[in-house]
């Protein structure tokens, strides 16, 4: 049972234009969110979370939304840059266990 | 960000050997550290939860015989793939926390190849 989900394994952006990541859970008892980059053969890095009494948090390029009623949490990149090509996995934790449930990834590829 | 270093960062044994991963947290006491896998193109897979001076919990699936995990200190747990075999090869990644903290920190990754 696979209760993060990113449905779309990979996405191409222009420089410059929005990228837009996309993420869905099932379990209601999450209330923690993270996203997290990856590059080939190296450990994700963190890019930015969201707790669940927010619902937006913002830091620099990156934007975190999440909407509680649909499950779903999303990405922003604005503006997508090259360097921003990486894989990208959403990930949830619930309650007072710090077990990180990841997603299954989207690859975004920034393209001049 | 906090530091964790995960050693080797690639491996390369012949199958029915053992080989230890280590994951240290360079500059922070990590009481509880997580082990994953990423097989080609799937997600990250939670093997097990360790906490400094008690046993590993592992993950519905994961053969704790065989994956050995042991968190002797609050700055280093390992992971010991015993008796390895071509199916073990994957990425490894360990990842610790940081007192409460809900961000955790991610080691380099360790690439191992059973040949």
């Known amino acids: 049972d696979q209760q993060v989900k990113q449905n779309s394994p990979s996405l191409s952006v222009q420089e410059g234009r929005i990228s837009i990541l996309n993420c869905d859970y099932t379990?209601?008892?999450?209330?923690?969110f993270l996203w997290y980059k990856k590059y080939p053969a190296e450990g994700p890095t963190f890019l930015i979370s969201?707790?669940?009494?927010?619902d937006k948090n913002e830091d620099g390029r990156f934007t975190v939304f999440l909407n509680k009623s649909a499950k779903h949490l999303s990405l922003h990149i604005v503006p997508s840059q090259p360097g921003d090509s990486a894989v990208y996995f959403c990930?949830?934790?619930?309650?007072?266990?710090?077990?990180?449930?990841f997603g299954t990834g989207t690859r975004l590829q920034v393209f001049p | 960000g906090a530091v964790v270093s995960q050693h080797p960062s690639w491996v390369i044994c012949k199958s029915g050997t053992s080989v230890k991963i280590e994951c240290r947290s360079l500059?922070?006491?990590?009481?509880?550290m997580f082990w994953y896998r990423q097989f080609p193109k799937q997600s990250l897979m939670l093997m097990a939860t360790?906490?400094?001076?008690?046993?590993?919990?592992?993950e519905q699936g994961v053969e704790k015989d065989k994956f050995l995990i042991n968190h002797a200190s609050l700055t280093l747990s390992t992971l010991t793939v015993t008796s390895a075999h071509p199916e073990d090869s994957s990425f490894y990644i360990c990842?610790?926390?940081?007192?409460?903290?809900?961000?955790?920190?991610f080691g380099q990754g360790t690439r191992l190849t059973v040949v």
């Open positions: 500059d922070f006491q990590a009481t509880t």
């Open positions: 379990n209601s008892m999450f209330d923690y």
């Open positions: 360790s906490n400094e001076g008690s046993k590993a919990t592992y």
């Open positions: 969201i707790s669940s009494i927010k």
């Open positions: 990930a949830a934790s619930a309650g007072n266990t710090d077990k990180l449930i």
């Open positions: 990842s610790a926390l940081q007192g409460m903290n809900t961000e955790a920190f």
